[in-house]
């Protein structure tokens, strides 16, 4: 009993005397991670090294993610690794990657990318705010990369980014519905846990969607519910779909809807609804062009 205080002041002294050393092998972790080798397996992570100033070396599934994600742009130089549930695991091996970033809970196990090359899984959301956990995930991915000070340096610019373009949504008095075509007969809704919400609230727009969402902050409605909508302006984003948005348009239960007879709809070009940062800072752009045109 006696003897306890020593031992714990002999622990507090190794421990501030290894801090220094932890820091170190902390950074030369990092180091030994090349940054022009990192792959990113879903698009949430490319969005988030992109953000960090590393270009991926493979991304997965690039066709799909130019229909639908489209901003920020991927590197001509970027290797498709093949589907975000199904990487070319074999393709990745003879890639030799420096380390593999993926969306957790998607694609194969981490212990089967661990026989391949060290790695991390991001986030997307605690099924109630997207926009704060993507902000803690590029925070954890940019300490595992030694990035922190461009991650401070890039949530510091949306930070400002947002602020500067709040006088720009004033005038915007009706609710927003925001949604994107599936097929001719369903329609992607956004509700309040969406990656946009908070963005929404910061600029005082209503969404206008007040049903039930899933843990990603969406879900899928018939095209029949957005006739409930007697008062909102619609916001649809294409996503290389114009076949099925044509075909859609020329039925007559589309041609009924409040917020067509009023021109109320408005289709812009494609936004990731579930990414970070980035997206939400193109949805931005894209929404005051779109609002501002129609004012």
């Known amino acids: 009993m006696g003897n306890s205080p020593v031992i714990s002041r002999r622990r507090l002294l190794m421990a501030l005397a290894l801090s220094p050393l932890l820091w170190q092998m902390k950074n030369a972790q990092a180091g030994a991670i090349n940054p022009h080798k990192i792959v990113a397996l879903e698009w949430l992570p490319v969005e988030l090294l992109l953000a960090l100033g590393v270009t991926p070396y493979g991304v997965a599934d690039i066709p799909n993610y130019r229909r639908w994600v489209s901003e920020p742009p991927l590197p001509a130089s970027a290797i498709d690794v093949g589907l975000r549930t199904e990487p070319n695991l074999e393709l990745l091996t003879e890639m030799q990657p420096s380390f593999l970033v993926w969306s957790s809970g998607y694609g194969p196990s981490p212990e089967k990318l661990a026989r391949i090359a060290p790695g ?50 004033a005038r915007q008095r009706r609710p927003l519905l925001l949604v994107s075509l599936l097929d001719a007969r369903h329609m992607l809704v956004f509700g309040k846990n969406c990656l946009f919400q908070p963005v929404l609230d910061a600029y005082g727009l209503v969404n206008a969607w007040q049903g039930k969402t899933h843990f990603w902050g969406s879900d899928v409605v018939g095209i029949d519910r957005l006739g409930e909508f007697k008062d909102a302006d619609v916001i649809c984003f294409d996503h290389g779909n114009e076949p099925e948005m044509q075909k859609l348009m020329a039925t007559p239960l589309w041609q009924a809807m409040p917020f067509v007879r009023q021109q109320r709809f408005l289709r812009l070009p494609p936004v990731w609804f579930y990414g970070a940062t980035l997206s939400v800072m193109h949805f931005v752009r894209l929404l005051e062009r779109a609002l501002g045109a129609k004012a």
Do not use: W
């Not at 605690?126 to 991915?141: D, H, K, Q």
């Not at 890039?154 to 373009?165: A, G, M, P, T, V």
């Open 120 to 169: 991390y899984g991001v986030t997307f959301s605690n099924g109630v705010n997207p926009l704060a956990t993507a902000r803690a995930s590029l925070t954890a991915l940019a300490q595992r990369l030694g990035r922190e000070e461009q991650a401070q340096r890039h949530l510091h610019d949306f930070d400002s980014f947002i602020e500067q373009r709040r006088a720009g949504f």
